[in-house]
């Protein structure tokens, strides 16, 4: 009797353990997140969502490069459309029950034969996007951040995608086999439950196979796809495919100021004032509540940078969209803005990695100079161009901004350059060597 229930019993221990898991690396995540200071984007709250339903689900930004804009709505729309049988699935396994759903009918079997044609339509787009990433020499693919484990990362998912999308239609196409042969579990007396457009095709490969056979093809096929998407589920947690999940939030919090409007520190900005205003007293006392200075200036770890920087580094695609359009980084600078990104989440999970062990943060290693260097950070020109190609909202040079603040307001360490330019501001007001009585004087000499 208890027998009977194993399949059941095994595919409830195999799921809530998935489950488990995947909890308990949310909540390393969003612990990791929270490491970050507060940054206020609870505002404009219909706007975020029109700009997450837009960018996110949309994905209108993808589009401005069509051939990998397009391949990827369609792995994206794939996934996510396929994966709705995963539901169907997952009451099967627990149930013991086939194909629940088929009561829909006509419905089921379009929603079944739309499902595989997007299954094959996937499996054509991840061949083609392994090309891109193996053989064509493509230059984003190529840079040196990509070395190692990024690039693996993003070949391992395109094979997890192909076995998913292989599994998928095996067992759809073993399954169909089994209704025609009225074997009994599979037989339904209304007729053959979905349609089958594409793994009908595979009929032929197990054309004369024993109804025995064909079940246990079934019954694999069914197990390994439901064990792969779990797998696949908590795999995410150590791959850049947890955009998968983050890119929502991301584009949802994300800035919504002008591309150009640099956050100012008040306190810097009222002495600024005060130093502009040839009518103020210098030695009155400041209006209002005392200023709030804040403790440290700027970013050298990722502690000092806010939540919404952090949930970015998580959210990064590492495509290299950014970085391919950064004017630094096309003359040969060092900097590449997505590098930014990929060494702001490498820090943060080696800081939650301490914590898991109930460490405190060691100060032994930071982000400024152990991953990111001071040469990378000057090389910025802070124009932009990332942040407007990012297709998920993400700014990676605010992560630099807040860097250099660091580096000029608590160590004095800009180049000479600037310190020469900041120290005429600060004398003259104006970023020249020349005393504000003498700036008029080419106006005499020209007289
Ligand atoms: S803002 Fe800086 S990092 Fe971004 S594209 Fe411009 S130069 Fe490159
Ligand atoms: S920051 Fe945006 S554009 Fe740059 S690699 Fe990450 S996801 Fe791509």
Redesign the pocket.
């Known amino acids: 009797m208890m027998l009977d229930y194993l399949p059941q019993i095994l595919f409830i221990i195999a799921l809530g353990g998935a489950i488990l898991f995947f909890a308990k690396n949310v909540s390393s995540i969003r612990r990791n997140i929270n490491l970050g200071r507060d940054v206020d984007r609870k505002d404009h709250k219909n706007l975020r969502f029109k700009k997450m339903m837009r960018v996110a689900l949309g994905q209108s930004k993808m589009v401005t490069r069509p051939i990998a804009g397009i391949l990827h709505i369609i792995v994206y729309v794939g996934f996510v459309i396929i994966n709705i049988e995963v539901l169907e699935i997952i009451i099967d396994g627990v149930a013991g029950t086939h194909r629940i759903f088929g009561f829909l009918g006509p419905v089921y079997d379009f929603l079944i034969g739309s499902f595989e044609i997007l299954a094959f339509l996937v499996l054509v787009s991840v061949i083609i996007f392994w090309l891109r990433r193996n053989v064509m020499n493509i230059k984003r693919f190529l840079s040196r951040e990509l070395k190692g484990w990024p690039k693996n990362d993003a070949n391992y998912i395109l094979y997890f995608e192909v076995v998913l999308m292989v599994l998928f239609l095996t067992m759809n196409a073993a399954d169909y086999q089994l209704q025609l042969s009225g074997a009994p579990h599979y037989f339904n007396e209304a007729g053959i439950m979905g349609s089958f457009p594409i793994s009908q095709f595979l009929l032929p490969i197990i054309d004369g196979m024993s109804v025995e056979s064909l079940i246990i093809l079934e019954r694999t096929a069914w197990w390994l796809h439901i064990i792969g998407i779990l797998i696949f589920l908590n795999y995410l947690y150590y791959s850049k495919h947890l955009h998968i999940l983050l890119a929502f939030p991301n584009v949802y919090f994300s800035n919504l100021e002008s591309l150009g409007k640099f956050k100012n520190l008040d306190a810097v900005t009222n002495e600024v004032k005060l130093m502009m205003d040839p009518n103020a007293d210098p030695f009155a006392e400041p209006e209002g509540d005392e200023e709030e200075v804040p403790e440290k200036f700027g970013a050298s770890d990722v502690q000092d940078l806010n939540w919404f920087q952090l949930l970015s580094a998580y959210t990064c695609t590492e495509c290299g969209r950014?970085?391919s359009?950064?004017?630094?980084?096309q003359t040969g600078k060092k900097?590449?803005?997505r590098k930014?990104m990929m060494d702001t989440r490498d820090r943060l999970e080696e800081v939650g990695k301490e914590l898991d062990k109930g460490n405190e943060i060691s100060s032994d290693k930071q982000l400024l100079d152990d991953y990111i260097s001071r040469e990378e950070l000057w090389?910025?020109?802070?124009?932009?161009?990332?942040?407007d190609?990012c297709p998920i909202g993400i700014d990676?040079?605010s992560i630099?901004m807040d860097m250099r603040q660091y580096l000029v307001m608590e160590q004095s360490a800009a180049p000479a350059e600037l310190n020469n330019a900041m120290s005429n501001i600060e004398n003259n007001a104006a970023p020249w060597p020349y005393n504000q009585q003498d700036r008029l004087d080419w106006a005499k000499e020209e007289a």
């Open positions: 950014c970085t359009e950064c004017p630094a980084n900097l590449s803005p930014i090389a910025c020109t802070t124009c932009n161009a990332c942040v190609a990676p040079l630099i």
